[in-house]
């Protein structure tokens, strides 16, 4: 069984900045991480996406130019650099790996485990 735990998530005001960190507690060969969140009331949305190989990054349309998604493939850790935070980017955020890769990385689907959460609240 996988382990996979965010930590970082917490409370701040809108233009206001937080980092969140996840990680897993294993590798695989042919990985990559993601983000997600669940607003209420919505269906849980992609958020970015780090391929260790190569280290593309992938963005959803609502984050583009304010979220960076980094990690570290050798130890499993992805963090996501929140800035220049909005009301509407609140939501719990959810950690992801994809262990094989089928090119639908903005699907839940595409993610084989997935950690707990971790809230994000933004106030204006």
């Known amino acids: 069984q996988v382990q996979v735990v965010e930590t970082g998530g917490g409370t701040v005001q809108a233009g206001g900045s937080l980092r969140l960190s996840c990680s897993a507690s294993?590798?695989?060969?042919?990985?990559?991480m993601g983000w997600f969140r669940r607003a209420p009331g919505k269906e849980r949305e992609f958020v970015a996406r780090?391929?260790?190989?190569?280290?593309?990054?992938y963005y959803g349309d609502s984050v583009k130019g304010r979220f960076t998604i980094s990690g570290n493939g050798a130890d499993n850790t992805v963090y996501l650099q929140m800035d220049n935070l909005k009301p509407e980017d609140t939501a719990i955020y959810y950690c992801?790996?994809?262990?094989?890769?089928?090119?639908?990385?903005?699907?839940?689907?595409?993610?084989?485990?997935w950690g707990q959460g971790t809230q994000v609240t933004v106030f204006s």
């Open positions: 992801a790996v994809d262990t094989f890769e089928s090119g639908h990385y903005n699907s839940v689907l595409e993610y084989d485990y």
């Open positions: 294993r590798s695989f060969s042919n990985d990559a």
């Open positions: 780090i391929r260790w190989r190569g280290g593309n990054t």
